[in-house]
């Protein structure tokens, strides 16, 4: 008889789980909070992926259809778990969709619900929402996404453009301790898209440190030597309106030592990741933890970072802490693995 | 019929991989050219791990005993490939071990043959080897996994140490233009260590970027607040020798702008990661590719990071680019669940 899965999260790494298992012949149950499969790939129609700069059509949109196209894969969208209870080794999860509640009883479980990003608006030093031209990572992609590059107060080609740095992130005056790993990269790579469509305009990175760690250093030096994107290490204080339609970026040259008063035609603020509403509401409602930070916690951050502190339940994707869709797959295929020998020995 | 996997690689990445596919019931045959299994955490004896400080044991130590004592695992030390050829959709080895050369039949495959630390010494400007007081990431692992902290010179407690990061890595002189990925926590890790054994040692740490990235953040302020570590932004551009048995590091401070030149107890040279001479010989014993930094190359780095260019060949841990321990052992099962799936088609 098949294994029964759950799979909670239809991401990048809940795909990829779900799509894995399928092969194995496991039944996989697949709940998506939204109406469309994807995650915030899809949400935020990522276009180009870091760091190949590859078309995120490759990966998102050949997991999506991986997924629909897979009759082992009963697929819930707009669907929540409305109820979870242990049942020995097993677990019964009844799942609300549009089309009603359904009770069923599952091998294993994993966990794929994501990242929320960061809300830039909780720190009014960005004025983010206060002016047209203030956006953030997530809506500079999207625009991209729909072939849109220009200012959001007038449809104009921006003569120079400032992307901010750790917006939510690495900074305890919002609460957020940790760095979220991936917006030195997405910004890297915002860059040089901006510059391969305006290659006039001039575009700013305010940093603290650039992590475009391991091979993702590559997008680094292509956005400093094939682009000339100005990369300034230095802490944006305050954002305010300016002469002409421009919004004024004031902060402190750290390199330089000294303040810098520049108008900009756009800002763009690099919003971290953040646990979400979701993850406390999926550990109360599984019986899991919580880390320090308001992500999933995993069994070991070493051995078993694919594993809850719960026999059974299994973690995947940025719903155990930020991370690039590379490492929410490979996650994927890892909790996958596990869940499957769980539901082995178990069914 | 159980399947048959080829795991070449006894670090944790193919360690995890041997042991989630024998715990299905696959026959697998676990290579290692070195005499024990472990990989570079058991050879440079790793005590501790970031970023929690866990005891290397908890996770080498698990991994190690999980292969050991797991019947389905067929263990090859002191071993190699001699030859290897595709067979239909099946692959066809001689594995060469100290008990002679046996011939094999496979379903599947997974390359985990890990990474080299650079060596230093091609640096001239470090003066390794030169000095004795001059050590590497490495050798401080390995003599701190010792119980030992004190200069090589003279057994003594150091007064000072620097901690020079980016060694071997994001330079374009020596041929390695990627970022290591771990060696600035790594760093950040043994300063703690080391002040947590000498409180009154001054620790310097001297970076481009601190790139302790997502929750590895939680280490570096550790380090600054509780243990009062000096991070500087600035390259070192020479070793020399110095007064009263020290080692001068002559360089400049990035952010105060100005040259500085100090007498050091020890130095602590963060060399990077390399794909070693084991990874163009898998490349040409398997048909597989290299890519441009010379780690094996990913069927897709975003959707398929665990797949070779090769159908039946997959990839796991440092063999495909710099990361840590818990990133290998994540890809380990990631490629041990595409491998199974392979095997299961085609067996």
Chains 1, 2 share one sequence.
Request: charged share 25%; with cysteine; glycine share 10%.
């Amino acid at each position: 008889m098949a294994e029964n899965i759950l799979v909670i999260g239809g991401g990048p790494a809940g795909l990829h789980a779900a799509i894995e298992l399928a092969e194995l012949g496991v039944n996989v149950s697949l709940v998506e909070r939204d109406t469309f499969f994807g995650g915030n790939p899809k949400k935020f129609k990522y276009k180009y992926l870091f760091p190949d700069l590859q078309p995120a059509e490759n990966v998102i949109g050949e997991l999506i259809k991986g997924a629909e196209s897979n009759n082992n894969i009963k697929k819930y969208l707009s669907a929540n778990i409305e109820s979870f209870k242990e049942d020995g080794k097993k677990f019964s999860a009844v799942i609300k969709s549009s089309t009603g509640s359904e009770t069923k009883t599952f091998d294993s479980v994993i966990v794929a619900t994501g990242f929320e990003h960061f809300d830039p608006a909780k720190d009014s030093k960005y004025s983010y929402q206060l002016f047209d031209d203030v956006i953030d990572i997530k809506d500079l992609e999207r625009m991209m996404g729909e072939g849109n590059f220009t200012r959001p107060s007038n449809g104009k080609p921006p003569k120079n453009v400032a992307i901010i740095l750790c917006v939510g992130s690495r900074d305890r005056h919002v609460g957020n301790q940790y760095c979220s790993r991936v917006c030195c990269t997405v910004s890297v790579k915002q860059a040089i898209e901006l510059k391969e469509h305006f290659p006039e305009t001039e575009v700013y990175i305010f940093y603290m440190d650039i992590r475009t760690y391991g091979f993702y250093e590559d997008l680094y030096w292509k956005a400093m030597e094939e682009h000339d994107v100005q990369i300034v290490k230095g802490r944006v204080a305050e954002i305010t309106s300016g002469p002409d339609n421009t919004v004024i970026c004031k902060g402190e040259d750290t390199l330089l030592r000294g303040p810098f008063e520049i108008p900009f035609d756009m800002v763009v603020l690099a919003s971290g990741m953040e646990g979400g509403p979701q993850s406390p509401e999926m550990a109360d409602k599984l019986g899991i933890e919580l880390d320090e930070h308001g992500f999933l916690k995993q069994a070991n951050v070493t051995l078993s970072p694919f594993k809850s502190n719960k026999d059974g339940i299994f973690l995947a994707g940025a719903c155990t802490g930020p991370k690039a869709i590379a490492d929410a797959i490979v996650e994927g295929g890892a909790a996958a693995m596990d869940a499957y020998i769980y539901a082995k020995k178990n069914s």
